[in-house]
């Protein structure tokens, strides 16, 4: 449910955008996109980005009768993915893969190592288990492109690493989970980090939007919010909030967030994708349960669409998604 019911509005509510158009890791098991041989046969090129891209196509088009991104399936609260030795969180496109493991396979933790790593901590990979893809870049110098001013002979490649989760590992003794706060709490905490934002925010009508023109946030009365099965009136609220919230980040004086040229006629669908990883990534940090909106099914339409066309898609949207949390995080007292 989208976590609000308009008075006596028959259309379904809509949240997004409104605009003219509306439109460290272990050695081990490493490779490059980019790989070559020096022996007679050389190993077909391994596509990366297609191959995380298909995987959460496959995990979102696993359940047509009631689509739903696929880290949102359970209603349970999300934590971000952290290394067991480094203590660091992964980032990107790997909370992503690594949520969507964790759903599909019933992980109860979220944390995650290498096999060697694991052997560091004096734990053991029990037989059989199932490593998930994590990706990491590396950059490289090279000569730069004398046609082009802006080039500095850089190149980000994207390499792989393998990983397991604690559920997987004998040994191993879990530290303290953090338990979601309550309500209240984290109620509390989400108004902190939206007033430290500066983003205006108005109420009033039956729609969520962010409104590009005057740069502000428009929400629903708090009387239109409902609870859930899995959230409360409280939790959906802010979860909608963070949505448009993430959307704001893209206006010129913040990330200046622009798909014209990237995606084209697919813009507004890149832009939601990158609202809603972008408030599944604060929900997370903020501890506030999600639940799936009404009109959930026709954004997973398009998204699926986008992410078939062009397997690099959810990579650029979860960079962005990224970017835009970053930016949200940075206007936090320190």
């Known amino acids: 449910m989208l976590g609000f019911r308009p008075r006596s509005f028959p259309a379904a509510l809509r949240l997004g955008i409104e605009t003219a158009n509306q439109g460290g890791l272990g050695n081990e098991r490493k490779a490059s996109i980019m790989t070559t041989s020096s022996h007679t046969t050389t190993k077909p090129r391994r596509d990366l980005h297609t191959e995380i891209t298909q995987r959460l196509i496959t995990a979102i088009e696993s359940n047509p009768g009631e689509p739903q991104m696929p880290w949102r399936r359970s209603g349970r609260p999300l934590w971000m993915p952290e290394n067991a030795l480094t203590k660091n969180a992964y980032n990107g496109i790997n909370v992503l893969n690594l949520w969507v493991a964790s759903e599909l396979r019933g992980f109860s933790s979220p944390v995650f190592a290498t096999y060697k790593q694991w052997q560091e901590l004096g734990a053991q990979v029990r037989k059989g288990a199932k490593s998930e893809l994590v990706i990491f870049y590396k950059e490289l110098e090279t000569d730069p492109n004398p046609e082009d001013e ?166 650029v949207a979860a960079a962005k998604a990224s970017q835009a949390v970053a930016w949200l995080k940075k206007q936090q007292p320190s």
Not at 152 to 171: C, I, L, M, Q, T
Not at 213 to 224: F, R
Not at 278 to 291: K, M, N, R, V
């Open 150 to 315: 802006s080039d500095d002979g850089k190149r980000r490649v994207a390499r792989a690493s393998y990983v397991f989760n604690a559920d997987e590992v004998e040994g191993y003794e879990l530290p303290g989970r953090p338990e979601p706060l309550g309500p209240i709490a984290r109620i509390e905490a989400a108004d902190r980090f939206m007033a430290n934002t500066g983003i205006p925010i108005v109420h009033g009508g039956e729609r969520a939007f962010y409104r590009p023109s005057t740069d502000t946030i428009t929400m629903p009365e708090e009387s239109l919010f409902i609870g859930t099965d899995t959230m409360t009136r409280d939790e959906a609220y802010y979860a909608v909030l963070l949505h448009e919230a993430t959307h704001a980040t893209g206006h010129k004086s913040r990330c200046n967030r622009d798909f014209s040229t990237r995606f084209k006629k697919d813009t507004y669908a890149a832009e939601e994708l990158v609202a809603e990883i972008g408030s599944a990534f604060l929900c997370a940090e903020l501890q506030i349960t999600q639940d799936t909106r009404a009109d959930h099914a026709q954004y997973i339409a398009n998204w699926i669409q986008l992410l078939k066309d062009d397997p690099k898609a959810i990579f």
